[in-house]
């Protein structure tokens, strides 16, 4: 198979590409790393010495793809389907590389900065940055509130990349800084993605593993 994902299944930028293989039933072949274990690791630093997940080899072209926008982008022009997930037009396709990073950015990695936090040894966790990365996820769920209010994906009918971005980010932003009370628009949308096949059957896949979520 011309594709091999290297990956995780509890990983949220791993999530965000798989939502994307899955909506346009991408052939490829997943290898699973655990960081954790040396020979796995090791195996992984051959392949990405950054030793960041998720990354895609695409054997037929001889080519290392690392970081989940460059890869949707990449699947997007290598491998199309019915799912467009990068539009046509360029200031639509700027548009929604646009919300694409306000989510990483913002949301996605202020939320891991919490989750990360979580894991370190008493004695050196980081309470004031926990704070700042909770302080900035609150105005990117302020952000997106407005932005989806009153359409069904961040670029109205669409679906794209920057929906593939927003389900990962929302379903483990939720976990940490539930906004279910706060952002109406926010956790309605939460709820279309969690019904879309693609996230469906990332959600399914990733339950054996929700044991090793930090709580």
């Known amino acids: 198979m011309a594709l091999t994902l290297y990956y995780h299944p509890l990983s949220s930028f ?4 798989l939502i994307a293989l899955y909506e346009n039933d991408t ?7 655990d960081l954790g274990d040396p020979a796995s690791r090791a195996d992984f630093l051959k392949v990405w010495p950054i030793g960041k997940f998720p990354v895609i080899r695409d054997a037929a072209r001889d080519r290392i793809v690392p ?34 990073r306000v989510i990483d950015l913002y949301l996605h990695l202020p939320m891991q900065k919490v989750v990360g936090d979580r894991l370190r040894p ?13 302080t900035t996820m609150r105005t990117a769920l302020d952000l997106l509130e407005r932005r989806i ?8 009918d669409a679906f794209t990349m920057a929906d593939c971005a927003a389900a990962p980010a929302l379903y483990y932003a939720n976990k940490v800084l539930p906004f279910g009370d706060t952002h ?7 709820e279309r993605l969690a019904q879309r096949p693609s996230f469906a059957r990332v959600l399914k896949e990733a339950e054996p ?3 090793l979520f930090p709580a």
Do not use: N
């Open 67 to 100: 970081e989940s926008s460059i890869i949707i982008e990449y699947l997007a022009q290598h491998f199309p389907g019915k799912v467009a997930l990068v539009p046509a037009d360029p200031e639509a396709a700027q548009q929604m590389r646009l919300r694409d």
């Open 149 to 156: 209010a009153g359409r069904r994906w961040l670029m109205g």
């Open 209 to 211: 593993y929700f044991k």
């Open 184 to 190: 109406k628009e926010a956790t309605t949308y939460l």
């Open 27 to 33: 052939a490829f072949t997943p290898v699973l790393v």
């Open 122 to 134: 008493e004695g050196s966790k980081d309470p004031y940055g926990v704070e700042q990365a909770r």
């Open 14 to 17: 791993c999530w965000k590409v």
